[in-house]
T-cell receptor, first 116, second 113 residues
Framework: GAVVSQHPSWVICKSGTSVKIECRSL??????MFWYRQFPKQSLMLMAT?????????EQGVEKDKFLINHASLTLSTLTVTSAHPEDSSFYIC????????????FGDGTRLSIL | DQQVKQNSPSLSVQEGRISILNCDYTNSMFDYFLWYKKYPAEGPTFLIS?????DKNEDGRFTVFLNKSAKHLSLHIVPSQPGDSAVYFC????????????FGTGTRLTIIP
């Protein structure tokens, strides 16, 4: 199996709050983890790629000071949305991959973030 | 620029028949392709993949075909079952490149009992 757990599944918080989302690979070691964002009726858009022990690589247009990514171990990556505002409300989803790029990514169930 | 396209937003197929989902891509550098299935409120589940050195890969009821000259891939599900009703995404990447998956917009498959 290749199970990826994402927590929390749903967050509602006030504007200005920082929110942390966890992504864990439960039964395999993930050398690389990915964070995506999905807007309504659109496809998954990659935000950043993180390798264990190194800094994340952010996609163009993604603010790295806004979306802090930490990949401290081979089974855990976190995304922190700092000082969240209503426009940050979205569906965030992580994936994890074992080994090299010819291995599939396995996804968590996503986090619905709503900023009031 | 949508580099991976799924032109059919929805598809309905009778139970027991073959479901064919299509995907086109524009970036000739893509050499690794995947299909994912997604239920509401869940993350995508990996189904099957194919690298560009092959033109067909089969796993149980699922077969993926790749036509590199046409930049087209398809997923065949046979026989279709009610549990196959979901949104299907194709994705593409460049092996050894930036490892980024580029997703299509998805096709909602409905299997009619």
């Amino acid at each position: 199996g290749a199970v990826v757990s994402q927590h929390p599944s749903w967050v509602i918080c006030k504007s200005g709050t920082s929110v942390k989302i966890e992504c864990r690979s439960l039964d395999f070691q993930a050398t690389t983890m990915f964070w995506y964002r999905q807007f309504p009726k659109q496809s998954l858009m990659l935000m950043a790629t993180s390798n264990e022990g190194s800094k994340a690589t952010y996609e163009q247009g993604v603010e790295k000071d806004k979306f802090l990514i930490n990949h401290a171990s081979l089974t855990l990556s976190t995304l922190t949305v700092t000082s969240a505002h209503p426009e940050d409300s979205s569906f965030y989803i992580c994936s994890a991959r074992r080994g090299r790029s010819n291995q599939p990514q396995h996804f968590g169930d996503g986090t619905r973030l709503s900023i009031l | 620029d949508q580099q991976v396209k799924q032109n059919s937003p929805s598809l309905s197929v009778q139970e027991g028949r073959i479901s064919i989902l299509n995907c086109d891509y524009t970036n000739s550098m893509f050499d690794y392709f995947l299909w994912y299935k997604k239920y509401p409120a869940e993350g995508p589940t990996f189904l099957i993949s194919i690298s560009s050195i092959k033109d067909k890969n089969e796993d149980g009821r699922f077969t993926v075909f790749l036509n590199k000259s046409a930049k087209h891939l398809s997923l065949h599900i046979v026989p279709s079952q009610p549990g196959d009703s979901a949104v299907y995404f194709c994705a593409a990447s460049v092996l050894g490149g930036n490892e980024k998956l580029t997703f299509g917009t998805g096709t909602r498959l409905t299997i009619i009992p």
